[in-house]
């Protein structure tokens, strides 16, 4: 297998699914079992974890067309991203640590209530961004419910909706719309991170 075109559709699913996600946990064998085989993925104890080889197969997959109007608009919502995704990092970190880098334990009701208060300007931040996206990348809605999900599973009590890795919570799936950007627009993490910082500095001058 060389390429996406000896992928069934529902392989080609499930490999970026996998590929998005970066793992997979509590999935059934017949679920992963095909990917495996193909080798396409590997089980370490309860995870399953793409290879290199489905790495290089999601990021042909979704890659636009380089030069294209939908590269260009996908390449201004992310641009529009990334100061925005700096904003949740801090987020996740003061909800998880004290300003003195002590663990949060959730005790100071007014300083989470601060931290929600800043969630909340992020998800703000980051709604008009989507719909821009929406309108230029197919099934890029899916983020903004998702989120939405996860912000009122917060708010209802779960903490672990808010930064947990073993759930969609809102730092799983903004993850996953940072992967699916990076891959669309053919973009490597130093590039990302050199153009966060860019983006930043701009704000800042």
């Known amino acids: 297998m060389d390429g996406t ?4 559709e529902s392989l080609t699913e499930a490999v970026v699914d996998l590929v998005l996600r970066g793992m997979w ?3 059934p064998e ?3 079992r095909p990917l495996v085989d193909a080798g396409l993925a590997m089980v ?3 995870m399953v974890l793409p290879t290199e080889r489905a790495k290089e197969t999601g990021a042909r997959i979704l890659r636009v067309g380089a030069g294209t109007g939908q590269e260009q608009q996908i390449t201004a919502a992310y641009r529009a991203f990334l100061p925005v995704n ?4 801090e987020v996740c970190t003061a909800w998880q640590c004290r300003p003195d880098g002590t663990p949060n334990d959730h005790s100071d009701l007014a300083y989470d209530a601060q931290v929600r208060e800043a969630l909340e300007d992020v998800h703000e931040a980051i709604q008009p961004v989507l719909r821009r996206l929406e309108r230029a990348l197919a099934g ?3 983020y903004l419910t998702a989120l939405e999900e996860a912000l009122d599973r917060f708010d209802d009590g779960g903490t672990e909706w808010l930064a947990s890795p073993l759930c969609d919570s809102y730092h799983t799936v903004w993850m996953r719309l940072h992967q699916e950007l990076l891959l669309v627009l053919g973009v490597s993490r130093a590039q990302d991170e050199a153009l966060e ?3 930043l500095a701009g704000d800042r001058g």
Not at 5 to 8: C, G, Q, R
Not at 86 to 89: F, G, N, P
């Open 44 to 46: 370490k104890g309860p």
């Open 86 to 89: 700096r904003r949740l990092r």
């Open 30 to 32: 017949s679920e992963y």
């Open 5 to 8: 075109d000896a992928l069934d």
């Open 140 to 142: 890029s809605g899916q």
């Open 25 to 27: 946990r509590g999935r």
């Open 197 to 199: 910082e860019e983006l």
